[in-house]
């Protein structure tokens, strides 16, 4: 993993502030010393020297707070690079299950406090049917192919905020904030209609079969995401039977 740093003007400019603050407090400092000593020893070319030493030490000791500052903006960069590196699974870049299960109920506590933002939401499952029999008949690479397809038909059906997750080899969860069940309906559709218009392929000659489920389940006043989780996948094998997408709006 490459981590790229550019400092921006508007990242470089409070750092510029800031070093010369430190260096003019130490050259205060230096002066404030001298200005001491100097009633102490009243010779005017001892107090001259001094803030000479000063003005140096203004000269000096700012490129070292200047340069100290940007290696502390760097740093805090890369933790951040990291942490959200750490969140994500490489093959899909999506969200690790246990980040994604933070997320949503930190995301639902919020909202459930706030009084700018609709506590409403709905929490979504997709299930790739045979995604097992994918992988052993054409391998792990065209299963992750696969992955990565549905990833994106996801992605491009959901808006730049939602929350996208690999709950299981054949799973996804999408966490949908502030949508109704009505809207989330239409965002199953949407999916639903360019998994069926999306041609798979393993190589050139083989063509997959790929089929969906799609479950979800209103948040309402649960916090809990297994809670949240077992419903929309109960929701989603209710969905197998039916032919269309079910939601449920309250837990059994």
């Known amino acids: 993993m490459t981590l790229h740093f550019r400092f921006r ?60 500052c940007l290696r502390n903006e760097a740093l805090r960069d ?30 639902i506590e919020r909202r459930r406090t706030s009084s700018t933002e609709s506590s409403d939401g709905v929490l979504l499952v997709l299930k790739i049917d045979d995604f097992d029999a994918i992988d052993r008949r054409y391998g792990p690479q065209w299963a992750d192919t696969l992955l990565q397809s549905m990833v994106r038909i996801v992605y491009s059906s959901v808006r730049h905020s939602d929350l996208v997750a ?8 999408i966490y949908l904030p502030g949508t109704t069940m009505e809207n989330a309906g239409t965002i199953c559709e949407r999916i639903r209609m360019q998994v069926k218009e999306t041609t798979f392929t393993a190589g050139q000659e083989h063509q997959i079969l790929v089929t969906v489920r799609l479950g979800g389940t209103r948040v309402e006043h649960q916090a809990d995401f297994q809670a949240l989780r077992e419903a929309a996948n109960r929701a ?5 039977e039916a032919g269309s997408p079910i939601f449920r709006e309250r837990f059994s």
Not at 52 to 57: D, G, K, N, W
Not at 166 to 173: C, F, K, M, P, T
């Open 9 to 68: 003007r508007a990242v470089v400019v409070p750092h510029i502030k800031m070093a010369i603050l430190r260096a003019l407090a130490t050259a205060i400092g230096a002066i404030a010393i001298a200005w001491l000593l100097s009633l102490l020893v009243p010779q005017r070319p001892f107090w001259v020297e001094l803030t000479v030493v000063a003005l140096i030490a203004l000269a000096v000791t700012f490129p070292l707070h200047l340069a100290l």
């Open 78 to 107: 890369i933790q951040e690079e990291l942490r959200h590196a750490l969140s994500r699974i490489p093959v899909t870049g999506t969200m690790r299950a246990g980040e994604f299960a933070n997320s949503v109920e930190h995301a």
């Open 166 to 173: 690999r709950l299981a080899l054949d799973e996804l969860g």
């Open 236 to 240: 989603a094998i209710a969905e197998e």
